[in-house]
């Protein structure tokens, strides 16, 4: 078709960007039709603060000292109950193979598949967010701290995509995901606690800046890394 | 026995013989340090094995990269095999550390920086050999584990600098010691030759150990080759 090649000669990116958004769109379609995932993301993120709340005994005081760990703990495992379902569905349906068929850059499959988990994740979040600040009483709904859940999920979701696509094909599957994944993304698990845990104790910027720049740091170089390996794990 | 074998076995007792001479130096020639004791003698030992196995992860990153690049799968055996003996290496780092904090630090382990990023390390080099276990196709195997070899060693700076912001108490043997640490000590001319001595001997014995485990792989190789000739005749 002479239409589709034109632009594409203009504006070389632009491709590339529309396949990226098409496969977001696709994943968010079947998702809100469904709701399978989300739903069980954010139940599951209820009962693990539930859980917390009565493993620890939170009272007052180790509330405002632990709140930080357990949103961030209680994100990472949803997180990977996400990850992994998103990308067994594409192998379990076969529609992977049809993705790699597709006349497209491969790194635009592991753009559109994080991009699409990162919308679920941070969905998952903002439903827990408001509740969790109810439950423990906590104002955990300042602007900082969505900016530090952001960047921790980005991160996340990234490197969570590179590797649940590895996870997916290994012979433990779902298993294999949180031992690959947990050891490489314990930096951005520190930095987004401590950053998380200094705005909420409202201990002033010089505390929050360095580990907010080791997030920025984090999700650049892993990005990277992502879109650079993406292309080996998938070809065959 | 082939060429190669009895390369093999020549490396072998030259590390043998380094590795004993190391010995030597470390119980006779080095001196009796002040405060401390016999106990510090295992420093000449801890700290060459964890340099090897940093060593040893590295080659894996290089040679990560070199399959990802050139698709050849002899970089993805040398990987595997590094990573192998690194473990070894770190699991002898951890035991040598252990046993000398009891003494130094009263306590077999604190959860200081480093103490905390190498346990890491350690568990991402026992997920890689994990994944290297849950793929059954040679290729894709090598393809994985090469991503995540390059993933992981990746992460372990930034872990090393996001625990370090938390004090630390492990000692600074080399350059600007802290006055906080607890069981730092200055190196006297023989102990720094001790310790160099013992370096060099066991990086030879990584090395060594890199080169019988790849010995090992191609033995395996020509077994599984003699044994597909086998079921095709």
Redo the contacts between chains.
Sequence with gaps: MPQSSTPERTAPLSGYFRAVAAIVWKDLAAEFRSKEMLNAMVVFSLLVILIFNFALELDRGTRESVAAGLLWVTFIFAGTLGLNRSLALEKDRGSLDGLLLAPMDRSALLFGKALGNLIFMSVVELIILPVASVLFDLPLLQPMLIVVVLLGTIGYAG?GT??AS?AI????RDM?LP??LF?????LL??AV?ASGNILAANGWDTIV?WLN?LL??DV??IA?ALM?FE??V?? | MSQTSRRLMIFNVITGVLVAAALGLVFLYAPRERQMGEVQRIFYFHVPVAWVSFLAFFVTLCTSIAFLVKGEIKWDKVSAASVEVGLVFTIMAIISGSIWARPAWNTWWTWDPRLTTYTILALIYVAYLMLRQGVEDPGRRARFASVYGIVGFISVPLTFFSIRWWRTIHPVVIGAGTATSIGGFDMTPPMVVTLMFSLFAITVLYFCFLANRLQLQREMDHVEQLKAQAMAD
């Design positions: 490197v590179l590797l590895m094909n290994t012979r433990g294999m031992i690959l050891p490489v993304t314990l930096p520190m930095a401590r360095p080791l740091v984090y170089i892993f890394i390996t080996y794990l070809e065959e």
